[in-house]
């Protein structure tokens, strides 16, 4: 929703000036309310009832329209500001898993990598190993004695099984070297997988808190702004009453003995001459007129209400 929403433009008028207080501004209309007592329609005579019941509809629909769009507009605000959270934890989601993608990759390579070499030395050292053996086994003993025959056999059986436990040892310690090697790569590769769930951890928990601060002023600043709204409609609704009541007031007891005490000659002048308690005239009307009548007395109201805003 933008800042131009009229309902927002109302909260910034209301709640952000620096000489309104709207906790204030309610305690003292409670407390004015107070004094005022409620609003008696057995004050009003019957037309005035009339004119005063379907003011008040009026007013009440303009009020329950206004509460309404203030209401929406508050739901709307609300669902943004979440609509904005989850896109922002979703972005959050999808580096996390793109980091996480990116470090498993990085760790297979870097097994591959190990695999591949020490493949590669072990290749090598058998290679070694069985071109000595080779050497060995291409010795010909044919120009010695027999007994020299025997020796030499048994001397190359010896170096040729020296040179094969040789090379166990070797391949043994290449692949003792090459576990150790996989296991740092393996721990390293958790390790940085570990510190980036922390940190997307860490980022998670400060949208949230950010999102329930940002919905909890949210909710103040409505609650104000609903309690302000209900607080002027009922000073408008204080406003009409009275200035029906002005118009319509009903005739007391006391102003109809008080009239009946009037001397002869008052009697006898015309009765448009005479002015009620009320100051209305007795005139039959019709239903059609009395309604046009409450229609413009209403919008009477309203153009002197909003001329004094």
Known sequence: MSDDHPVLKL?????????????KAHEYYMRTRELKGRRQASELNAEGKEVWRETKANIQSEKDATLEEARTAHNEALA???????????????????VLADITARNSEALEREQEETKRELEQEKAKTQSAIDRLMAEDYSNLSKEQ???KRAERSEEVARLRGDLKSVTDRIREETASDKTQIRSKSQTAKTSEREETRVERERVSEELKDSLDMARAAYDSLKQSIKDGYETTFDEEFN????LYAKQTKSSSSSSKKKSSSSAKKTSSEETPVDATPTVKRTAAERKKMR?????????????SK
């Open 11 to 23: 909260i910034h008028a209301k709640y952000a000036s620096k000489y309104y207080d709207p906790v």
């Open 149 to 151: 025959q025997a020796d």
């Open 80 to 98: 943004q500001k979440r609509t904005e959270a989850a896109e922002i934890r979703k972005r959050i989601a999808d580096e996390l898993r793109a």
């Open 295 to 307: 229609a413009e007395l209403y919008e009477e109201r309203q153009r002197a209400r909003s001329k």
């Open 243 to 246: 200035a029906i009541k002005a």
